[in-house]
């Protein structure tokens, strides 16, 4: 009977060992450590916009609603970036000289779109609906941080699927009242586990169906 | 027959020494992202179809959305034969003015302070001057002529002659109900700083904790 291995193969068998712990160490470190870093998912890196505006000052220090720009966040799926016009409901009268504005009062002229940069993005395949979250108690600040004291907007959570679960799971540990969804600087009661479940009772939140596929994957 | 068998044999030994990298290429081509990125327009993504580059189209002059006809003139103007009126369109309630409340928060007070007294932060430091609710003129002017700012906005002197906008429309960031809402919910602040003991139904004024 003819050798199907020549004899070096007993040396690279020996090898493949140690190459075979490698890449075990490698793929988990790549699959549990990479991906699931700060770097790659880019949270705390501040996203520099091409319109130099603070949330910090806006939301902050003069304390205009989220609601005031963000009109569809508690309507639709999808929480809009203020139109050019939000911004020149104001700034037609105030600071209608700085050249911080000149790229809004350009787009404003000419009908051309502020290519505002995107923060916080999650797969195509999954669909998240913001009026959904906001209605039935999640405020902002859960997934957004507090965006009310950042001058350059960053993403603070990491938006994977473990994390989006861990609330779908148990969203007693995190429901807050309707009324304070938008408060940015909301703090949870000692009692949050007895309060949280009274809220998901009463607002009629189904834990059973929360963690299915077609929740968020349709 | 022994020659076939030994090719045979070579043949393995080929595909145990090289048949890894078929595999592997068959594994890196299986990781692809189009499941990521599909191929459908997220709101605001940039097309290239479009000659300004949205993907986001603005109406079409003249469409109008299935069930969104506006068949009552008074509901989305406030107007009969063009004279605002001083009639809601449909019933006040406790509901409607807590909705009014929550909408003037979010989108008047900004400007007009949370009591309608025409103070707030923004006006303060922009050194412009918002309508106060409580003046005479205002108290004394039909409820649709909150409805007609909210939807219209407020021009000082004629645009074409060099006036300029110093409220702007917010037709397109609040529904015509909630803009009643508030208007309506206007009128209970006006009352509020004009209103005694006396006018609290007896069966609230608990509520006034005395």
């Keep these: 009977m003819g050798q199907i291995f020549p004899r070096n193969a007993n040396l690279l068998m020996r090898l493949s060992i140690f190459a075979g712990l490698l890449l075990a160490v490698e793929l988990t470190l790549i699959l549990g450590v990479y991906f699931r870093s700060n770097y790659f998912r880019q949270i705390n890196v501040a996203i520099e916009q091409p319109v130099p505006y603070s949330h910090q000052l806006h939301a902050g220090v003069l304390g205009i609603d989220c609601r005031y720009c963000h009109i569809s966040v508690d309507k639709s799926s999808f929480a809009n970036v203020p139109a050019t016009e939000t911004c020149m409901t104001c700034h037609s009268q105030i600071k209608s000289n700085s050249p911080k504005l000149a790229v809004v009062r350009e787009s404003y002229a000419t009908g051309k779109p502020v290519e505002w940069l995107r923060v916080h993005r999650v797969p195509d395949f999954v669909y998240f609906n913001h009026s959904i979250h906001i209605n039935k108690g999640i405020g902002c600040s859960n997934c957004h941080g507090q965006i009310n004291t950042m001058a350059v907007v960053w993403q603070t959570q990491p938006l994977y699927m473990g994390w989006c679960l861990n609330c779908h799971r148990n969203p007693e540990k995190y429901i807050r009242p309707r009324d304070q969804v938008f408060n940015m600087d909301y703090v949870q009661p000692v009692d949050q586990l007895q309060v949280g479940a009274n809220l998901v009772k009463q607002y009629g939140v189904n834990k059973a169906q929360l963690t299915n596929c077609y929740i968020c994957h349709r | ?210």
């Design chain 2, 1 to 210: 027959m022994q020659t076939l068998r030994s090719r045979r044999l070579a043949t393995r030994a080929r595909l145990a020494r090289y048949g890894w990298v078929g595999l592997l290429t068959m594994l890196l081509a299986a990781c692809h992202t189009d499941m990521y990125s599909q191929p459908r327009y997220q709101p605001y993504e940039p097309s290239s179809f479009f000659a300004d580059g949205r993907s986001s189209r603005p109406n079409v002059p003249g469409a109008v959305a299935a069930g969104q006809v506006q068949t009552d003139t008074y509901l989305y103007t406030a107007k009969v034969n063009g004279v605002v009126g001083n009639v809601m369109p449909f019933p006040v309630t406790a509901n409607l003015l807590a909705r009014g409340q929550q909408q003037f928060t979010i989108y008047c007070s900004v400007c007009h302070g949370v009591a309608g007294m025409g103070q707030s932060i923004v006006a303060e430091r922009a050194s412009i001057v918002p309508a106060n609710f409580h003046q005479q003129r205002l108290r004394d002017v039909p409820i649709g002529h909150f409805f007609d700012v909210i939807t219209n906005g407020v021009y000082r002197s004629d645009p074409v002659k060099g006036g300029y906008q110093s409220m702007f429309s917010y037709a397109s960031r609040i529904k015509v109900e909630d803009r009643w809402a508030i208007a309506a919910y206007i009128r209970a602040l006006q009352l509020s700083q004009n209103a005694t003991v006396d006018d609290v139904p007896p069966a609230e004024r608990a509520k006034l904790g005395r």
